[in-house]
Each structure stands twice: as C-alpha cells, then as structure tokens.
C-alpha cells in the first residue's frame, strides 16, 4: 500500500512539474559589462542621467533570454534605485523604478492583490518596480527619459513588475507578474533562472 502510494504521488509530482512549465518563462542570464560595452546610442540616451543629475552607483548588464540580447543601467536617482534598459541596437525599451508596493495607488493595490489571490493560494512579494514605456506615438522611446525628467507622464505608460514567490495545488517557485496601469494582469512569467550579480 505504502508503495503504491509512493508510486502515485511521484507519477503526480513529475505531472504538475510539465504543467507548470506549460507556460511563459523567463529564463535569463544576465552579466555585468563595462561601460564602454553598451551601445553608444544608448549612452547618448542615457546622459541627461549620468551627466546633469545627481546619479550614484551606476552600474551595467548585458542580459540575453537565449533569443534576444537587452542592455540595462541601474543607478540611484532621487533616492530610488532604477534600471534603464535598452535593445542592443541602443533603443530605449523602459525605465524601471524600484518602489514598496504600498507606493502604489491603493485601488491598484487591492486589483493586484485580488489577482494574486485568484492566482495563487500562498504567495509573497519580493520586488516591486514601476515600470515607465513610450506611449504608441513615440514606438522608439526615444522621448521617454526626457518626458521622465520632465515628470511628463501624458507621454507616458506606466506599468507595474512584480516578482513572486507562490504557490497553488499544481506549481510552486517563482514568478514575474506584470500588470497594466489599472492593476490588470498583462502578463505572467515563471522565473527559471536569474544571475546573482544583477541585485542589489
């Protein structure tokens, strides 16, 4: 009885392992480079930053998902630490803002909640970041760091990226949830991999 046992709850647990990875992944290696290895255009972009503002610890990553190959800039600025990422033809794609969720507007705040709820029975935050893109007008970004400074935010798009650890009956691990303006779910990723060198 005991082995039959055994033998059904293993058959289970390699059956939930597939249908847990029947799903987005994000699964990335990112390393840290020289400032000399990002792309020239996106230092260019990025000097209003390094240059007219009080920015510290500037650091930079070279990020690849296997497929595609992403530059990031993490600094702190104003008393947040942000990431500023780039394609590596030197395109701005976001900024990213690290923010507790409590900064989020409380009604967004109970849709992110309720949503994780719904999709989790146990979960735990564990970074919060807001994320800032061009608006469908400006497809390339190159006005999002100057709409930013500006506090112009009719140019632009904010988002919310939250990573997760949680759990229900058929997955456990973690989780990057990203979520529109209103606290929609736009998107879920199962982390499978991340480099160390990249936190903080």
Do not use: C, H
Request: net charge negative.
């Amino acid at each position: 009885m005991t082995l039959k046992y055994l033998f059904t709850a293993l058959l289970s647990l390699l059956f939930l392992s597939q249908v847990s990875f029947a799903q987005d992944l994000k699964e990335e290696v990112e390393n840290s480079i020289d400032k000399d290895e990002m792309p020239a255009s996106a230092l260019d972009a990025l000097e209003d930053f390094l240059e007219d503002q009080i920015v510290t610890d500037t650091d930079y990553y070279r990020e690849t998902d296997g497929e595609t190959i992403t530059f990031e800039a993490k600094l702190n600025w104003q008393g947040y630490q942000y990431s500023i990422e780039f394609t590596d033809e030197g395109l701005l794609l976001d900024i990213e803002q690290l923010i507790e969720f409590s900064e989020i507007p409380e009604k967004i705040q109970d849709r992110i909640t309720e949503i994780m709820e719904e999709q989790f029975s146990k979960f735990r935050m564990t970074r919060v970041q807001r994320q800032f893109i061009a608006d469908e007008e400006d497809e390339e970004g190159e006005d999002v760091i100057e709409d930013f400074l500006e506090n112009d935010m009719d140019d632009l798009v904010v988002r919310y990226e939250i990573e997760v650890e949680g759990q229900n009956r058929s997955e456990m691990g973690s989780f990057e949830m990203l979520f529109d303006s209103e606290g929609e779910l736009i998107q879920r990723r199962r982390i499978v991999r991340r480099s160390i060198d990249n936190i903080w």
